[in-house]
């Protein structure tokens, strides 16, 4: 009987990846995503060829209420799936969440808007916080909940001043909610450095901050996700966070 994995922001990027890496391990998935449809799709696509079971909800994490009809569909999951007959692979539990869906408005202190300031908070911490809430509830035999933050929350990145204060303000909330919701839940953070370059990066600043790196390089996705594995493996961690990138917090 397979566990059941929710991971938001799965349609690409590092959702995607996180989603590729379940899929292998045999988790059940709900895949979340919001604007990138054909994305979700072709990432449902790639998990249905494994042979395992994927499904797909679109929600505005910004929206509360959105938020509730994405768990409405969770619920829904759990309830049809109850149904099944013991012969078919029934999901033994709703067991793991990450929270990996975020948005990086780009503004300086003195020029970002209130509504880019209030969609990082909203998605990049809010959003987190109701769904753990939620998770929560509905991890009665215990569980996993996955925060994605940024070696970014450590840093004073004055370009992405929503950005940092949402995930460093994430790693303090992963704190609180490991010993509120221990012993039966653990929730520990990733906060991955340099791995796929963004939309609002050039590629002379990539370059430029792949140099400055000890180790040279960008992260694998492999590397990423292993975190994950680790934290699925060792159940003595709560209210951690594990830090892949490449030796930039050194710098």
Request: hydrophobic share 45%; no cysteine; net charge negative.
């Amino acid at each position: 009987m397979p566990p059941l994995a929710l991971i938001t922001g799965a349609a690409h990027r590092l959702g995607k990846a996180f989603a590729l890496s379940l899929a292998r391990q045999g988790y059940v998935l709900l895949l979340h995503y919001h604007g990138a449809e054909a994305e979700a799709y072709e990432t449902a696509e790639e998990i249905h060829e494994m042979g395992l079971r994927v499904y797909l909800a679109q929600a505005d994490l910004t929206r509360p209420d959105e938020i509730d009809a994405l768990l409405a569909t969770l619920d829904s999951l759990i309830s049809f799936d109850a149904q099944l007959p013991e012969s078919e692979s029934r999901i033994s539990n709703f067991s793991l969440l990450v929270n990996s869906a975020a948005v990086m408005p780009v503004g300086k202190p003195a020029d970002l808007s209130a509504d880019s300031w209030d969609s990082a908070l909203d998605l990049n911490l809010r959003a987190p916080f109701l769904l753990s809430q939620a998770a929560a509830k509905r991890m009665t035999n215990g569980g996993l909940i996955v925060n994605i933050t940024d070696v970014g929350a450590q840093r004073a990145w004055s370009r992405y001043p929503s950005y940092t204060v949402s995930k460093a303000a994430l790693e303090s909330l992963t704190k609180m909610l490991a010993r509120a919701f221990a012993p039966k839940i653990r929730v520990n953070a990733i906060a991955p450095g340099l791995v796929l370059q963004s939309d609002v990066v050039t590629s002379e600043e990539w370059e430029r901050l792949i140099n400055r790196l000890p180790l040279k390089r960008p992260a694998a996705l492999g590397e990423v996700t292993s975190a994950l594995e680790f934290l699925l493996e060792n159940e003595y961690i709560t209210g951690q966070t594990i830090v892949v990138d490449g030796g930039y917090s050194l710098i």
